[in-house]
């Protein structure tokens, strides 16, 4: 259609003008073809679209155009060779730009070029976008292929599904991930990949299905390529039932290890959910004359084998749900301020000529502070009488090995996490509160004690004879009338190695909570508790170890009252220091109102 400019004007772009005969103007003719020609082209559009023309619908010509209909067309030919019906109005030649929408009818096949033919025009060539041939699947059967004539071939602009076959250049790819079966044993995967992988670079992915559950961390060997770990999308390392047999992981290597894409949920999934904690001694109560020997609440165990002696790492979440009052030293008597987390042995001669050692970590009393510390196989020898921990010795004696000792006490009421860590081969021992260490003390070189020997070990009180034999053997009893106020929850005890804080906790928008310990090696007397399962006072239930290794813990006096849904990373206990009772001016890196003191002296 073109313009028609009015009647009688020579310009064949005039404008046309309105009547103004005040003026002198006289208003443009418009010949019979400018009404006419604008009406059939609109009619025509309708008409090609598939429509009828009607007078009283205005909305044809854009239903015309937004349905698609005038361009798109029915493949009635075979595989690799399209033909459609010829447009409304007809093509006389491909012109490029020309765009086609074609419901195909056979799917692409191996062995000859795709083409496409309109009417009774020659077929042209269907290429891919950067001008190699169709591969097979590149169009489905039932696929609308939506096609664009560029001058010389119509280019395919959405592939189906292709591979990466072909030559040159190729755009679009059928992503195949490379997959095989397990060949390994539990833990150590081993994927014989054919073809073999050219390379393991950062964001090589692959599919490997498993031949055995895990039990732990994993790690990987595809073809010849060097051993890598597994590890979940935050680094932690895999936990037992990650993986069950005939599972399909998918891994994809990120430089420095295969994170694991693809995983089923297992009971330690990290992070961990709020969990549980046992209250030891009621938090009110005082030692003396209120536990009387033997009622003291704590956990027992003999182990059957020793462990590692010189080396070790026990982490555990305390919490004081009561602030300890200082008591009046004289009249209450050292015990009630003293309180015993961890014990291992038999206490020594100062109990009644009872000529053992014992290995414990805890609070020791006084009547100004108290001051946190270990005794490493000691044979507490006598006091001397009864002083402030800040004047006196505490005990210590240099053949008796008490060397961890830090002044001050927590007096807060909220949740912290403590590390307690020794290694005797290097000559020292360690402990760690909320991230930080408070202090450090030397122990005898190659010193070893009852700790992770075949003797009695309590959580919650102090060893020593004149109690219950623990396990029926020996003269490591407990309990005795020393144990703790506290609560525990999370405590994890590593056998034969030295690991920071880190391992067991971090902080999370400034609260230190807990992490998944089942990552970890725990060595042949190292033990996981969490206190999952109250519904009985048993080794099997309460005191279950949960790292697999076995090592059940005894309750003693324990009740279900003791179980507690109190636990680190609470938001009413958030992981800050109270007001402390020392003051000074304290070394760097140490929280406010904590001194470290290296040794006997003060």
Same mark, same amino acid.
């Given at each position: 259609m073109? +313009?028609?400019q &009015?009647w009688?004007v ?25 009404m006419?020609?604008p009406?059939?082209?609109l ?14 619908? #205005?909305?044809?010509?854009?239903r015309?155009?937004?349905g ?5 067309r029915?493949?009635?030919g ?8 010829q #447009?409304s109005?007809?093509?006389?030649e491909?012109?490029a730009g ?5 419901l195909?009818a056979?799917s692409?096949l191996a062995g000859?070029?795709t083409?496409?033919q ?8 269907v290429k ?7 591969q &097979? ?6 696929q609308i292929?939506?096609?664009v004539y ?7 602009q959405n592939i ?10 190729v ?7 490379p997959y ?26 692959v599919?490997?299905?498993l ?5 732990? &961390?994993v790690?990987f060997?595809?073809?010849?390529f060097?051993?890598h770990p597994?590890?979940h999308p ?12 005939n599972?399909?992981? #998918?891994?994809v ?5 295969w994170q ?15 969990g549980?904690?046992l ?8 030692w003396?004359g209120t536990?009387p ?7 027992t165990r003999?182990?059957t ?5 010189k080396?070790w790492?026990?982490?555990?979440f305390?919490?004081f ?9 004289y009249?209450? +008597?050292? +015990?009630?301020s003293?309180?015993?987390?961890v014990s291992?042995?038999d ?14 970590l ?9 001051a946190?510390?270990?005794?490493i196989?000691?044979t ?11 004047t006196?010795?505490?005990g210590?004696?240099?053949s008796?090995?008490?060397?961890t000792?830090?002044v001050?006490i927590?007096?807060?009421t909220?949740w ?25 003390g030397?122990?005898?070189a190659n010193?070893?004690?009852p700790?992770?020997d075949?003797?009695?070990?309590a959580?919650?009180c102090?060893t020593?004879c004149?109690?219950?034999a623990?396990g ?21 005890h590593?056998d034969?190695?030295?690991?920071p ?7 999370v928008g400034?609260?230190?909570?807990p ?5 970890l090696?725990?060595g ?8 999952s399962?109250?519904s009985?006072?048993t080794?099997?239930?309460l005191?279950k170890?949960?790292?697999?290794n076995?090592?059940?813990?005894t309750?003693i006096n324990m009740?279900?009252s003791?179980?507690?849904?109190? +636990? ?5 206990n958030?992981?800050?220091f109270?007001?402390?009772t020392?003051?000074?001016a304290w ?9 470290s ?5 003060h």
């Amino acid at each position: 259609m073109k +313009y028609n400019q &009015p009647w009688a004007v020579s310009d064949p772009n005039a404008p046309y003008v309105n009547a103004d005969h005040a003026n002198g103007i006289t208003g443009s003719v418009p010949p019979a073809a400018s009404m006419e020609e604008p009406q059939r082209e609109l009619v025509n559009i309708v008409a090609n679209s598939g429509q009828t023309p009607i007078d009283d619908d #205005l909305e044809q010509v854009t239903r015309a155009i937004r349905g698609g209909t005038l361009n798109f067309r029915i493949d009635q030919g075979t595989a690799n060779n399209m033909v459609v019906a010829q #447009l409304s109005p007809p093509i006389t030649e491909y012109e490029a730009g020309l765009e086609l929408r074609v419901l195909v009818a056979h799917s692409c096949l191996a062995g000859s070029p795709t083409t496409i033919q309109v009417g009774d025009l020659a077929p042209a060539t269907v290429k891919r976008l950067q001008g190699t041939n169709l591969q &097979p699947n590149d169009v489905l059967a039932g696929q609308i292929a939506d096609l664009v004539y560029d001058g010389n071939n119509f280019q395919l602009q959405n592939i189906g599904i292709a591979d990466q076959a072909g030559n040159g250049n190729v755009d679009r790819y059928e992503i195949t991930i490379p997959y095989v079966h397990d060949t390994g044993t539990a833990n150590h995967l081993i994927g014989l990949y054919s073809p073999a992988l050219p390379n393991i670079n950062e964001g090589r992915t692959v599919e490997i299905k498993l031949a055995n559950a895990t039990t732990g &961390p994993v790690d990987f060997k595809p073809n010849n390529f060097p051993v890598h770990p597994v590890a979940h999308p935050d680094g932690s390392a895999m936990f037992p039932g990650d993986g069950v047999v005939n599972q399909i992981w #998918l891994l994809v290597f990120d430089g420095v290890e295969w994170q694991l894409i693809s995983s089923r949920p297992t009971i330690f999934a990290a992070p961990k959910p709020k969990g549980r904690s046992l209250q030891f001694m009621d938090p009110t109560a005082g030692w003396y004359g209120t536990y009387p020997w033997g009622s003291v609440p704590c956990l027992t165990r003999r182990p059957t084998v020793a462990g590692n002696r010189k080396t070790w790492s026990w982490s555990a979440f305390v919490r004081f749900p009561v602030q300890i009052p200082k008591p009046w030293f004289y009249s209450s +008597y050292q +015990y009630d301020s003293r309180e015993v987390f961890v014990s291992a042995g038999d206490a020594g001669a100062s109990w009644g000529g009872c000529a053992g050692d014992v290995t414990c970590l805890g609070w020791e009393g006084g009547d100004i502070d108290t001051a946190m510390n270990t005794y490493i196989a000691s044979t507490y020898g006598p006091r001397g009488g009864y002083g402030d921990p800040d004047t006196v010795s505490m005990g210590y004696n240099p053949s008796e090995h008490m060397g961890t000792y830090t002044v001050g006490i927590l007096k807060d009421t909220r949740w912290h996490h403590l590390l307690w860590t020794c290694d005797s081969t290097i000559g020292e021992s360690r402990i760690w509160l909320d991230g930080v260490e408070v202090t450090y003390g030397p122990v005898p070189a190659n010193l070893v004690g009852p700790w992770n020997d075949v003797r009695g070990h309590a959580i919650g009180c102090e060893t020593g004879c004149g109690s219950p034999a623990i396990g029926g053997i020996g003269s490591d009893g407990a309990p005795t009338w020393l144990g703790t106020r506290c609560r525990m929850a999370e405590i994890v005890h590593i056998d034969g190695a030295v690991l920071p804080w880190t391992a067991f906790a971090q902080n999370v928008g400034g609260v230190i909570v807990p992490k998944n310990p089942m990552s970890l090696t725990f060595g042949t007397n190292g033990y996981y508790l969490n206190f999952s399962d109250g519904s009985a006072m048993t080794s099997t239930t309460l005191g279950k170890d949960y790292s697999g290794n076995g090592n059940n813990y005894t309750p003693i006096n324990m009740t279900a009252s003791r179980i507690h849904d109190d +636990y680190p990373g609470a938001q009413d206990n958030t992981e800050t220091f109270g007001p402390y009772t020392n003051g000074g001016a304290w070394p760097n890196g140490l929280p406010p109102g904590w001194t470290s003191v290296n040794g006997p002296g003060h």
